[in-house]
């Protein structure tokens, strides 16, 4: 095939691509004026019964364009659960009066490019026209911005599928006077940058979050001959790879902080794991109330009395009003030695009767109890 010929079958993918994304943009509008009559109807956001009938006409369509009905299924499911997610930010935002607000301050740890950046921008983007993302070195500065009002919510990472929990965030919302009001889940890509495109012979020093570290550490192992260093952040630690300019110095960051900071990425998918997500939780000074048509969890912290059985017969108290938990986690009870928190993360919300009489009752067989807040589950994939 002739270059000129590649180029022009190229102009055509681009052109086709650009028609797909104006199709999208067009149906997205579409779904905005139905979340609208909705909202006035108290519908239903999502109708099991007609997305399947949508998915079963997607398929039998497939073989008739010479697609992949597998593929196309794929396709349209991830369309709909953007669908949903738009939905259901709209019917929350509408309940909490927050609907015609246009801009939002954000904190986080970290500074522009950091993952918590990324997931900031993802969770708030589609529903203010101004998303102000305020960067902070420390996990605690970005929590006590949201208690003094500099900002309207913060953004904290609070588990991960390859380090698992992170316990600085843990320990802030049983110290703090902070509710969850939503969650964020991110794909995670580690990529090892530098100022130049270096061979990984050449790298001696490798600079990173500490939990950036944790995830790559089959990888970093593997470089015997480097120095690896931990940093406040990633993106902190790409910004200061391209200021220092030195061949030898390298950074783990994401390609979008690589982007930023005009670095050249020597490798990518450093993970442990390939699928290496973040769950982010949006924290803020008040509570949420969350419809009950939404697929809502409760997260909370509770200390048991000091008897035998006593962990057991709280979780048998919560599976007695046939509440499902999805989480629970231990961590050393501050100023209580030997004794621990638990943190648990159930189905359903506070509004709900069964989920509120559980509560209750949890209240009265624990030793101290605390309801982080009810807020939408992020559903569909990363």
């Not at 997205?28 to 909202?39: M, S």
Request: with cysteine; aromatic share 6%.
């Amino acid at each position: 095939m002739s270059k000129k010929r590649l180029e022009e079958i190229r102009k055509t993918i681009d052109q086709l691509d650009d028609a797909i994304v104006k199709a999208l943009g067009e149906r997205q509008k579409v779904v905005q004026q139905v979340i609208h009559d909705k909202l006035e109807r108290a519908d239903e956001i999502r109708d099991p019964e007609r997305e399947e009938k949508l998915l079963k006409k997607i398929r039998e369509k497939a073989p008739e364009a010479g697609m992949d009905p597998f593929f196309l299924e794929q396709l349209f499911r991830e369309i709909i659960q953007h669908s949903v997610r738009y939905q259901t930010h709209a019917l929350l935002d509408h309940q909490n009066d927050k609907a015609q607000e246009e801009v939002i301050r954000v904190s986080y740890q970290g500074t522009d490019g950091a993952f918590s950046h990324q997931a900031a921008m993802r969770h708030f983007k589609q529903r203010y026209k101004h998303v102000e993302c305020i960067g902070y070195t420390r996990f605690e500065e970005a929590a006590d911005a949201v208690e003094k009002g500099d900002v309207d919510v913060s953004i904290l990472p609070i588990e991960n599928t390859t380090a698992g929990s992170i316990n600085d965030t843990y320990d802030l919302l049983n110290e703090k006077n902070l509710y969850i009001i939503g969650e964020e889940v991110l794909k995670i890509n580690h990529c090892l940058m530098a100022p130049e495109n270096v061979q990984l012979s050449n790298v001696r020093r490798i600079l990173s979050h500490p939990q950036a570290i944790a995830q790559c550490s089959r990888f970093l192992s593997s470089l015997p001959r480097c120095h690896v260093e931990s940093y406040f952040d990633t993106a902190m630690a790409a910004r200061k790879v391209r200021d220092d300019d030195d061949l030898s110095q390298a950074a783990i960051a994401s390609s979008y902080a690589a982007e930023i900071y005009g670095l050249n990425i020597l490798k990518r998918d450093l993970a442990n794991q390939e699928d290496n997500f973040t769950r982010f939780v949006i924290v803020n000074k008040d509570e949420i109330s969350c419809d009950p048509q939404l697929n809502c969890k409760t997260s909370l912290i509770f200390a048991t009395i000091d008897e035998k059985g006593a962990l057991l017969k709280c979780l048998n108290l919560l599976d007695a009003n046939g509440i499902n938990m999805t989480k629970l986690e231990s961590r050393p009870r501050m100023g209580h030695p030997w004794q621990s928190l638990f943190y648990l993360d159930i189905e359903g919300n506070t509004n709900n009767s069964r989920v509120a009489d559980a509560l209750e009752k949890l209240a009265k067989k624990a030793q101290y109890l605390k309801v982080l807040g009810s807020y939408p589950v992020r559903e569909g994939k990363w």
